[in-house]
């Protein structure tokens, strides 16, 4: 009876180390990433492609929503850069930096539309998300 107890203790506490490294590991990924320049940014996330999942995303999104509504448009910018570069290595379909770009634009910060858009049309994007980058530049000038 007390092995299994023990047994049973023993895989919580397994649980509970193994669900703090899991959001550790994020936080060191990221501080590694930012140390580092952009180019570099995806060797960084293949060498810990284990915890971009799902959870990773929604975090990812929702730093990107907190630093617009803060009007922290840069670290929103640098966000939606890890979410699609995330997204690449990890084979899933978001578009991080098209979302922001829109938003920009429906908010009428021309600046910051212009910015994202050139950054997606500057790092080999796929036909997909260049036609839909240059169709947010169009909406763009035409406000303009």
Same mark, same amino acid.
């Given at each position: 009876?007390?092995?299994?107890?023990?047994?049973?203790?023993?895989?919580?506490?397994?649980?509970?180390?193994?669900?703090?490294?899991?959001?550790?590991?994020?936080?060191?990924?990221?501080?590694?990433?930012?140390?580092?320049?952009?180019?570099?940014?995806?060797?960084?996330?293949?060498?810990?492609?284990?915890?971009?999942?799902?959870?990773?995303? %929604?975090?990812?999104?929702?730093? +990107?929503?907190?630093?617009?509504?803060?009007?922290? @448009?840069?670290? *929103?910018? #640098? &966000?939606?850069?890890? %979410?699609?570069?995330?997204?690449? +290595?990890?084979?899933?379909?978001?578009?991080?930096? @098209?979302?922001? *770009?829109? #938003? &920009?634009?429906?908010?009428?910060?021309?600046?910051?539309?212009?910015?994202?858009?050139?950054?997606?049309?500057?790092?080999?994007?796929?036909?997909?998300?260049?036609?839909?980058?240059?169709?947010?530049?169009?909406?763009?000038?035409?406000?303009?």
């Amino acid at each position: 009876m007390k092995f299994r107890c023990w047994c049973v203790c023993a895989i919580i506490f397994a649980n509970f180390v193994t669900a703090g490294f899991a959001n550790t590991s994020t936080v060191d990924m990221l501080r590694e990433m930012f140390t580092q320049p952009e180019s570099d940014w995806k060797r960084v996330m293949n060498d810990n492609r284990h915890i971009l999942d799902e959870s990773f995303f %929604g975090k990812v999104h929702q730093r +990107i929503q907190w630093a617009v509504e803060n009007e922290k @448009l840069n670290d *929103a910018m #640098r &966000f939606a850069v890890v %979410g699609d570069y995330a997204s690449e +290595i990890a084979e899933h379909p978001h578009q991080f930096r @098209l979302e922001l *770009a829109q #938003r &920009f634009l429906e908010s009428r910060n021309a600046v910051m539309t212009e910015q994202v858009v050139d950054h997606i049309l500057l790092h080999n994007p796929t036909p997909v998300e260049k036609m839909k980058a240059e169709a947010v530049k169009a909406r763009l000038l035409e406000m303009q």
